[in-house]
């Protein structure tokens, strides 16, 4: 990240009396119209009942999923209206367009308690293409800005960026303080030691970050099929496990890198192996590094756990992105289970990053357990990979 990491917040502002428009990440699996999953709704409340207690209205806007600028009622916020008034037990107004007369209108009715849901930003190709004419018409909707989405500041939409221009300052929702807090800590100065986790399934999607990590960590350890590409960049038979051929040069760059910092890499000692992707069955130990003709490896091994539990338990900070096995099929979840148990056993400040690591540690019920578990999976992966933001860099910073 380039720039100052303080940015202003709500807390900042003085909203009473105030329209606060609200960027939230409402983008919730639906089914069958109503939400199958509130945890986004839940995690923007915080924010929405500071604003509510400081007396202030809040308009609230997001997209969901990909109606590419054009209204389609298969995407509609209305059942996310409904759930978000059980959930503050106050009225939210819902209107069918996010800018416009009727918005507009709505805008300047609210009453106190009350906040307005717009509908999908995404209806209007303007979001996406961060169009600062649908900016304009968002920000007539306001008097204060609040972007608490962080699962979108990967992206220079509308909402994000462009909406920022209209406001000073343009503050972080409490949501968004957190994770600029937690994620910019580790680009900081960490207690040390500093160890990463990494894993999930493509090398060439985590070269950026890795590359970005080496020069600050005191170990990685490296699992998932990730791992493979690194095995085979140093020679290692690795079976039919997955290996990325156009990354194996970039691979082994990375390990002549960590062995002259002086970076303890760790890649598996053994696998949970397996004949296929498609026929996972219960796997079997393959006690070696090695893995033989025609087996492919779809979990670290207990050996490998052990040597992993060994630098976490004396960590002084851990970040983990990426499953270290195929989660989703036991037994081959056991490897992610076992390092998740041992960061929460440890002393670390503990911070994981990804959607994939989130529902491994939702699904082992120890996400309370991490000090932070990050919202954003392609932002969280930017954000660490040292890129910069747009939603971020387009929120005033702390002077
Ligand atoms: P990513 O989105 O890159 O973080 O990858 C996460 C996905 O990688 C999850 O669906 C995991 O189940 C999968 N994965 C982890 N380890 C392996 C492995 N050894 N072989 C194949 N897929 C894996």
Not at 153 to 171: E, L, N, W, Y
């Amino acid at each position: 990240m380039s720039g100052s990491m303080k940015k202003m917040s709500v807390r900042d502002l003085d909203v009473t009396g105030k329209r606060v428009f609200v960027r939230v990440d409402f983008n919730v699996p639906l089914d069958g119209g109503r939400v199958a999953d509130d945890t986004r709704i839940r995690a923007s409340l915080p924010t929405l009942q500071w604003i509510l207690r400081k007396q202030g209205f809040p308009i609230l806007a997001s997209h969901l999923g990909r109606p590419k600028g054009t209204p389609n009622p298969a995407y509609t916020l209305a059942p996310v209206a409904e759930r978000l008034r059980a959930l503050l037990g106050s009225p939210v107004r819902f209107v069918p367009d996010c800018v416009g007369e009727e918005a507009e209108q709505a805008s300047r009715t609210l009453v106190e308690g009350e906040a307005l849901l717009l509908e999908n930003l995404r209806f209007h190709a303007g979001e996406e293409k961060n169009d600062p004419r649908f900016a304009e018409k968002l920000a007539r909707l306001a008097d204060a800005y609040v972007n608490d989405a962080f699962g979108s500041v990967h992206r220079a939409h509308a909402s994000v960026a462009a909406i920022c221009t209209h406001f000073h300052p343009a503050t972080a929702g409490l949501l968004m303080e957190r994770e600029i807090d937690y994620l910019g800590g580790l680009l900081g100065s960490p207690a040390r030691p500093y160890v990463a986790i990494l894993g999930g399934a493509k090398v060439a999607d985590k070269v950026e970050l890795v590359k970005n990590l080496l020069p600050r960590v005191d170990a990685m350890l490296i699992g998932g099929a990730m791992a493979y590409t690194f095995l085979s960049a140093r020679g290692v038979d690795v079976g039919t496990s997955r290996v990325e051929k156009v990354s194996l040069p970039t691979a082994a760059g990375i390990l002549d890198a960590a062995a002259s910092a002086g970076v303890r890499i760790h890649l598996p000692i053994d696998h949970r192996a397996a004949a296929s992707l498609e026929n996972p069955g219960e796997g079997e130990i393959v006690p070696g590094e090695a893995i033989p003709e025609g087996r492919m490896g779809l979990d670290i091994g207990p050996k490998t756990c052990a040597a992993f539990a060994r630098e976490i338990a004396t960590a002084g900070t851990v970040l983990w992105n990426g499953p270290v096995g195929l989660f989703e099929h036991p037994p081959f979840h056991l490897g992610s289970l076992a390092v998740a148990e041992a960061v929460v056993s440890s002393k670390a400040l503990s911070v994981a990053g990804g959607g994939d690591t989130a529902a491994a540690l939702a699904s082992f019920s120890l996400a309370e357990k991490f000090s932070h578990v990050s919202t954003g999976g392609g932002a969280s992966l930017e954000f660490l990979s040292g890129l910069t933001l747009p939603g971020v860099a387009a929120l005033t910073d702390r002077s």
